[in-house]
């Protein structure tokens, strides 16, 4: 599986499998669609994701929250978001089953194979949204962290 940099300011930020990152947008994404949820650039954070989730970033899978996310409010905005999403997640136990694997929206072929065979491990999401937090938070420090999420296809 394809490797990305998932970066947000100043290179800081982590390595990780797309697919992984690519399913924790799908929650992301989810989550931010919601109207209660103003962004500056709402069209093009909303399309970031839909390109991503949708397999049409495949081998350029990026978080542009550089370019989408343009003030303090956008980025409160962005947080709430994450914390939401988190506490989604924790809700759901310890896994996502294939069957709720199975009926994300995607036309993502690849996507829906990937996770066909077994339940993803809530844990490991958790983990990839609490980077991103601290990503945006400005707590996040490592230029080249590596991150290994449980999961065996």
Do not use: H
């Not at 303090?72 to 947080?79: I, K, V």
């Not at 958790?126 to 945006?136: E, F, H």
């Amino acid at each position: 599986m394809a490797r990305t940099f998932i970066d947000y300011k100043d290179g800081k930020g982590f390595e990780i499998n797309e697919a992984y990152i690519q399913l924790a947008f799908c929650y992301i994404y989810q989550e931010a669609k919601k109207p209660q949820y103003s962004f500056s650039n709402r069209e093009d954070v909303m399309y970031d994701f839909e390109t991503s989730i949708n397999g049409f970033r495949k081998g350029y899978l990026v978080l542009n929250w550089d370019d989408d996310l343009v003030n303090q409010s956008d980025e409160q905005t962005m947080y709430q978001v994450l914390q939401n999403v988190k506490t989604t997640l924790q809700s759901k136990g310890s896994y996502i089953s294939v069957a709720e694997l199975q009926s994300i929206p995607t036309e993502d072929k690849d996507f829906k194979i990937l996770y066909s065979r077994k339940p993803f491990p809530t844990a490991e999401l958790i983990k990839i949204i609490d980077a991103l937090v601290k990503m945006l938070q400005g707590t996040w420090d490592s230029t080249n962290y590596s991150m290994d999420i449980n999961y065996q296809y």
